[in-house]
């Protein structure tokens, strides 16, 4: 099992930052793929972003490239993603997953999430 805990969301005025982060625990951390995720009111669930085991591969969704970063710091076993020049439509909740194996964008693909931190962009 891996349990994962997002932290950092919040209200911020568009064109503004919020750093989103997630703790993992369990299973040892490098061996997981790491994705964001987020889902607004009314909408699927969507990939955001996504991190390689070994860190050097990333992945993000095109309207979101250029403005958020993923990263993870193994020695505090988290994931981050920075985001940057928020825009409204950005409001959701993001939550953190885990899955073993490759990079995927699927939501069921992933085995683990977290419990969801609400980002809130207002106009």
């Known amino acids: 099992q891996v349990q994962l805990v997002e932290s950092g969301g919040g209200l911020v005025q568009a064109g503004g930052s919020l750093r989103l982060s997630c703790a993992a625990s369990?299973?040892?951390?490098?061996?997981?793929?790491m994705g964001w995720f987020r889902q607004a009111p009314g909408k699927e669930r969507e990939f955001v972003a996504a991190i390689s085991w070994s860190g050097e591969d990333t992945y993000y969704q095109d309207a979101v490239k250029d403005r958020f970063t993923i990263s993870r710091e193994y020695a505090k076993s988290t994931v981050y993603l920075q985001m940057n020049s928020l825009k409204h439509e950005d409001t959701a909740v993001y939550y953190c997953?885990?899955?073993?194996?490759?990079?995927?964008?699927?939501?069921?693909?992933?085995?683990?999430w977290g419990q969801g931190t609400q980002v809130t962009v207002s106009s």
């Open positions: 997953a885990a899955r073993r194996g490759g990079f995927r964008d699927y939501v069921p693909e992933y085995d683990y």
């Open positions: 369990g299973r040892p951390f490098s061996r997981y793929t």
